[in-house]
């Protein structure tokens, strides 16, 4: 081969480029910029996922609250204790009440008051007998520090019965009534007669009422939103947690509890000590001292009639569990 062939095979050798691998600028910022969008969509989906769940976990624990709220309200309902007084009797002995009126001008009831039975003191108080009076009343406050306005609910309990006739409800400011709870949105009661009719209100010592306990209450609570004011409340776009309680113990006759006049007593062989007290007599005269629920519990598992026991002699006193009261002696 000649140097000149030799040279120009060398030179097409040499010659041939070498290819190298790289990204331009531009497909760098392309990158860049969909990564940014992914992690901003990832981000924008865990920050709606964050306040879906919070909002969950608060409507969650608002609706806890508002249940709660009902529980205590319908077992202090259930347990509703009323006489049925005779014409003749003056209105002032014994006067139970139940009464259910609205004071902050709400639709319904916003506070209650009645006597109910099967209490059970958690303290030495003296109390010796389970029926208190018990007072639910709505307040208006204001979250000082938050700057919010609400209603709470407070829950008196009287553990002695009344000498007289009292239609007054604790204060706002009363130490002695517990706060069941704040931050309401509003709070109503609604009552049922007979009929099956529907009221806003309720007094056992008007005379249309007189000796009457509503068949059922209905009960409304609603929590408040945050931010929220009571006054703003829309019932159509608010969340109100109902319940409806029917109140399984009817009005109790005094008549039930007064002494039958002395021939029919005479008829049954009973009471036949002139002048001695019956056991009718006495009760009527302990009153909330003695539970006579429980001695009509002892009277049928001893298989005594009870309505024939108030004519007995008190020496007589056949509930043996339970003794004389003290105001018989």
Request: charged content about 25%; some cysteine; aromatic content about 6%.
């Amino acid at each position: 081969m000649s140097r000149s062939a030799e040279k120009h095979s060398h030179g097409s050798t040499g010659s041939t480029p070498i290819s190298r691998g790289g990204f331009t600028l531009l497909e760098v910022l392309a990158a860049v910029a969909l990564t940014a969008l992914v992690i901003a969509t990832a981000l924008g989906f865990q920050m709606q996922l964050s306040s879906a769940v919070l909002i969950a976990a608060d409507r969650t624990e608002k609706a806890r609250h508002a249940v709660a709220i009902l529980d205590r309200v319908a077992r202090d309902l259930e347990s509703t204790v009323l006489l049925q007084k005779p014409p003749e009797m003056d209105p002032l002995d014994h006067p139970w009440i139940f009464l259910g009126e609205s004071d902050l001008g709400l639709e319904g009831s916003d506070r209650i008051k009645f006597v109910r039975g099967g209490y059970r003191t958690r303290s030495d108080e003296g109390h010796s007998s389970d029926l208190v009076m018990v007072t639910y009343t709505l307040h208006d406050s204001l979250n000082e520090e938050e700057e919010e306005r609400g209603y709470e609910l407070r829950r008196r309990i009287f553990p002695r019965l009344p000498d007289a006739l009292d239609r007054s409800f604790p204060e706002a400011d009363d130490e002695r009534a517990f706060l069941l709870a704040d931050g309401l949105a509003y709070f109503a009661l609604y009552f049922y007669d007979e009929t099956g009719g529907e009221v806003a209100d309720w007094d056992s010592s008007l005379i249309a009422r007189s000796g009457q306990l509503p068949i059922s209450v209905r009960i409304e609570v609603a929590m408040l939103a945050e931010g929220e004011d009571p006054d703003d409340f829309d019932p159509e776009k608010s969340t109100i947690y109902t319940r409806r309680v029917v109140l399984p113990l009817r009005p109790i006759e005094m008549a039930l509890l007064l002494p039958r006049v002395e021939d029919e007593a005479n008829e049954d062989g009973l009471g036949e000590e002139a002048g001695a007290m019956t056991i009718g007599e006495c009760l009527a005269l302990a009153g909330a001292e003695i539970d006579q629920s429980l001695l009509q519990v002892l009277a049928v598992e001893a298989g005594i009639d009870f309505a024939a026991t108030l004519q007995m002699n008190i020496d007589d006193w056949p509930f043996a569990p339970s003794p004389v009261p003290e105001a018989c002696h």
